[in-house]
């Protein structure tokens, strides 16, 4: 079965620094990848995904993140954190065949900004 | 344009009750996911629907849970006899493609 690890619960960095946001995952198949925000009492935003081609995918809000299939990783970059960027963060696996793509997550990571 | 709706926002309900959550998809979309968040477990996936195929169920955590996708369209999750432990936010998702676009969700509160 697929799952989705995301190391650390709770991050902090400060306003202007480097965002990063890690998500690991396991899959027997070529995985589909997805990150998701949630803003506070705000729904589920696709941040960005990956399907296939590229490895290096690129958001909304100057996030990106690369697939490395060796490594089994797709961690979230931003290279300069801004305080609206305080949110939960949540990593996705998709699993299923054909066209059932139910996701898989990680638990989660809160995203603090300080001024 | 519209994006997903569901409906109520918050129920408060009693141990035991019955109560129906329901989820309008974006218009077009096929398919439809329920997933629930809830604290110390996260999002887990609870059934799909997918035009007029038989439902995934695999993620439904007992029998008290069901659900129902009319005419292709508005999707009715409902949990019978209610338990403390199903208190969480139910979350509805509909996609044409590999994206899923989430409603805002339902806010269960079991007493």
């Known amino acids: 079965a697929q799952s989705v690890t995301q190391l650390g619960s709770h991050v902090s960095v400060s306003e202007g620094a480097l965002v990063l946001l890690r998500c690991n995952y396991s899959s027997s198949v070529p995985p589909y990848l997805f990150w998701y925000v949630q803003y506070p009492n705000q729904g589920l935003q696709l941040l960005l995904k990956?399907?296939?081609?590229a490895t290096l995918v690129k958001g909304i809000n100057g996030f990106e993140a690369e697939f490395k299939k060796s490594e089994t990783s797709f961690h979230l970059t931003k290279p300069s954190a801004h305080m609206s960027d305080a949110a939960e963060y949540f990593c996705?696996?998709?699993?299923?065949?054909?066209?059932?793509?139910?996701?898989?997550w990680g638990l989660g990571t809160s995203l603090a900004v300080n001024p | 344009g519209a994006g997903v709706s569901q409906s109520p926002s918050n129920k408060v309900t009693e141990k035991g009750k019955d109560v129906e959550l329901r989820c309008d998809p974006i218009s077009g979309h096929t398919a439809l996911y329920w997933y629930r968040q809830s604290l110390g477990q996260g999002l887990e996936f609870l059934i799909y629907f997918q035009g007029n195929s038989a439902p995934d169920k695999s993620g439904l955590p007992s029998d008290r849970f069901s659900a129902e996708r009319t005419g292709g369209s508005v999707s009715t999750l409902t949990i019978q006899r209610t338990q403390q432990e199903d208190s969480a936010v139910y979350l509805c998702?509909?996609?044409?493609?590999?994206?899923?676009?989430f409603g805002p969700g339902t806010r269960l509160t079991v007493l």
């Open positions: 998702a509909s996609s044409f493609g590999n994206e899923q676009f």
């Open positions: 996705a696996v998709s699993e299923g065949a054909g066209n059932n793509r139910k996701l898989i």
């Open positions: 990956y399907t296939t081609g």
